[in-house]
């Protein structure tokens, strides 16, 4: 089968879909299938300030072309984005190289500006696609503007084919969305087994004398970082000693350092900034415990690193959190945005040893149980044999226009000011 594999990121950004992009594209080389990947970018220190940037790697057996966002870094010079000319460049990328070699089919990585991308390369091309479904996409897309709920809806509708990551993901977008839930088919996310691993130098649950917390991901206030900056506040004023460690950057970096110095944190907090995919499973191997207070996900993959290394997990009873972890069995759950619920979570599994190893036993049991990339990799390859009998669907143009471009476009969406949080 030729792939075109549409990214919205891909290393060096780090991303929950770099990792994902990551692991799809090399299990599909094994499986024997040609890919070509078309990966937007950000080049601009806005941008890369956000994930990390620049071209997308090399990536053996594939195909890589990079595509500099230029629509989106226009919010640089204090323009809005131009999210249309980006999806023109993904469509003329992919139509070039389908006449080099045509494709079978399309696979985008989330549902916008992604998805729409595949629908119109497919309409040019009659070839099938498939769209991945994956963050922000159905969070909060489509609930922003006028243009961006009819160019979603499209998606959501008249894609060949939608994968998502969980039941209570699709949910979601049914609810925000009115798309019927038989039109998803969820395949979770997955974990690369060979990059994580437990320590070895101690016992599963165990935690040194100063225990450490660890946050790890994006660090944007969606994923409850604030919170549980403020959290570490409280139980140091409850006579707590412990350590929280934020791995990562994000559009609200700034604001957690500000916060831990307001706070009188800086001694117990510490920030590692930009950690390289190659050395996050060291990051994980550092801490006692991993905290993900986070208001919604798609599927995490934070959590299933987490799960691998054998962490105790505490984690906010979330979108797209409560498909993998079940309170009091692999992890424990707080409430979204009850900070003093996760304080006393926190308690609960410091003081709790045996707690602590039973929830992490059992979760490093369950994620290489079910969590493993082979057989994610069957489940995709499944649909996209099945999406491959399908004509594409062009109604969507009834509804959203293949010729939309900017200046048709609401100018009052935020995303057009902050791009960088789709």
């Keep these: 089968m030729r792939i075109c594999?549409?990214?919205?990121?891909y290393f060096p950004a780090i991303s929950g879909m770099s990792v994902y992009a990551q692991n799809y594209l090399r299990e599909m080389v094994r499986l024997g299938h040609d890919v070509v990947m078309i990966s937007q970018y950000r080049n601009d220190e806005a941008g890369t300030k956000i994930y990390g940037g620049g071209p997308p790697s090399t990536v053996e057996g594939v195909v890589v072309v990079g595509l500099e966002s230029l629509g989106e870094q226009r919010v640089s010079s204090g323009q809005l984005a131009d999210f249309e000319a980006d999806i023109n460049a993904m469509v003329e990328a992919a139509v070039a190289h389908h006449g080099i070699r045509p494709f079978d089919i399309?696979?985008?990585?989330?549902?916008?500006?992604?998805?729409?991308a595949a629908l119109e390369i497919s309409r040019r091309l009659g070839v099938p696609n498939v769209v991945s479904i994956q963050g922000g996409d159905g969070h909060w897309v489509g609930l922003c503007c006028e243009t961006h709920r009819l160019a979603i809806r499209s998606v959501f509708n008249h894609a060949n084919e939608l994968i998502i990551g969980s039941q209570s993901f699709a949910q979601e977008v049914h609810e925000n969305h009115g798309i019927p839930l038989e039109r998803f088919t969820i395949i979770s996310g997955a974990i690369n087994a060979s990059h994580f691993c437990t320590r070895q130098d101690r016992l599963?649950?165990?935690?040194?004398?100063?225990?450490?917390?660890?946050?790890?991901g994006r660090v944007d206030r969606r994923k409850g970082v604030l919170e549980l900056i403020e959290a570490m506040k409280i139980l140091r004023e409850a006579g707590r000693s412990l350590r929280l460690v934020i791995s990562g950057i994000g559009p609200d970096l700034a604001a957690a350092k500000e916060?831990?110095?307001?706070?009188?944190?800086?001694?117990?907090?510490?920030?590692t900034g930009f950690v390289s995919y190659e050395d996050v499973p060291k990051v994980y191997q550092s801490a006692d415990?991993?905290?993900?207070?986070?208001?919604?996900?798609?599927?995490?993959?934070?959590?299933?690193?987490?799960m691998a290394s054998g962490l105790p997990i505490i984690a906010a009873r979330a979108v797209g959190v409560v498909d993998c972890l079940t309170?009091?069995?692999?992890?424990?759950?707080?409430?979204?945005?009850?900070?003093?619920?996760?304080?006393?979570q926190i308690e609960i599994l410091l003081d709790d040893a045996p707690l602590r190893s039973m929830l992490a036993t059992n979760a490093l049991h369950e994620v290489q149980d079910k969590y493993r990339w082979p057989s994610i990799a069957d489940q995709l390859v499944n649909r996209l044999n099945h999406s491959l009998l399908k004509a594409p669907d062009n109604r969507w143009t009834e509804s959203y226009s293949p010729t939309t471009s900017f200046n048709d476009a609401d100018h009052t969406c935020r995303f057009r000011q902050a791009p960088h949080l789709l």
């Design 204 to 216: 599963i649950g165990e935690i040194g004398v100063t225990p450490t917390l660890l946050y790890h």
């Design 289 to 306: 415990i991993f905290v993900s207070p986070t208001w919604s996900e798609g599927f995490s993959n934070t959590i299933l690193e987490a």
């Design 106 to 116: 399309v696979h985008a990585q989330y549902a916008y500006p992604n998805g729409l």
């Design 327 to 344: 309170d009091q069995v692999n992890a424990l759950f707080h409430e979204v945005h009850d900070v003093a619920g996760l304080c006393r």
């Design 259 to 271: 916060m831990t110095s307001a706070l009188d944190l800086n001694d117990v907090i510490e920030f």
């Design 5 to 9: 594999f549409i990214s919205r990121r």
